[in-house]
T-cell receptor, first 115, second 110 residues
Framework: DSGVTQTPKHLITATGQRVTLRCSPRSGDLSVYWYQQSLDQGLQFLIQYYNGEERAKGNILERFSAQQFPDLHSELNLSSLELGDSALYFC??????????????FGPGTRLTVL | TQLLEQSPQFLSIQEGENLTVYCNSSSVFSSLQWYRQEPGEGPVLLVTVVTGGEVKKLKRLTFQFGDARKDSSLHITAAQPGDTGLYLCAGAYNNNDMRFGAGTRLTVKP
């Protein structure tokens, strides 16, 4: 158990819909990262927040957005869903702002299926 | 497009055999991490290497960072069924730009 929690574990929805994925980081961690993992694209970095502020942005689509709240939990919002958005979405957290020099602890993921 | 190329993509071996998996890029990494991911779970960090030429050992696992910091390898000695999983490398190109490879899926048969 990494200490990072993600809800829901599974999510099935239809094209065009909007969903919200939730992540609670490990106690004491200030950074939250979101990743998308699909079979053909591997693990893709989406976005990072550090202490409530956006710190780094990766391959995140404009239809996707995220935020980190004062209690440090984070939400990833996916809208106008397409079939290709079906994937595992992971949240990770770390103590410091650098994902490259701080160990990232990954949550169990949310499996999103878009029908 | 993957900036990091991992090879082989799949590897199936018998218990007790040795193996090496590779992570390569045309760009220089400021640091590189290796993760192991089991089905239904998130990746777990195994090691971080920072210095070119660095070698780190974790029990039966040996990690090497290339002198030019463009490549890395993971060698497992006397593989066990518990080593089965997806091995991911992740390279940092700038201060906080981290990219993952597609992974090597290892199966160790008893």
């Amino acid at each position: 158990d990494s200490g990072v929690t993600q809800t829901p574990k599974h999510l099935i929805t239809a094209t065009g819909q909007r969903v919200t994925l939730r992540c609670s980081p490990r106690s004491g961690d200030l950074s939250v990262y979101w990743y998308q993992q699909s079979l053909d694209q591997g693990l893709q970095f989406l976005i990072q927040y550090y202490n409530g502020e956006e710190r780094a942005k990766g391959n995140i689509l404009e239809r996707f957005s995220a935020q980190q709240f004062p209690d440090l939990h984070s939400e990833l919002n996916l809208s106008s869903l397409e079939l290709g958005d079906s994937a595992l979405y992971f949240c990770a957290s770390s103590v410091g702002p650098s994902g490259t020099h701080n160990e990232q602890f990954f949550g169990p993921g949310t499996r999103l299926t878009v029908l | 497009t993957q900036l990091l190329e991992q090879s082989p993509q799949f590897l199936s071996i018998q218990e007790g055999e040795n193996l090496t998996v590779y992570c390569n890029s045309s760009s220089v990494f400021s640091s590189l991490q290796w993760y192991r991911q089991e089905p239904g779970e998130g990746p777990v960090l195994l090691v971080t290497v920072v210095t070119g030429g660095e070698v780190k050992k974790l029990k039966r696992l040996t990690f090497q960072f290339g002198d030019a910091r463009k490549d890395s390898s993971l060698h497992i000695t006397a593989a066990q069924p518990g080593d089965t999983g997806l091995y991911l490398c992740a390279g940092a190109y700038n201060n906080n730009d981290m990219r993952f490879g597609a992974g090597t899926r290892l199966t160790v048969k008893p």
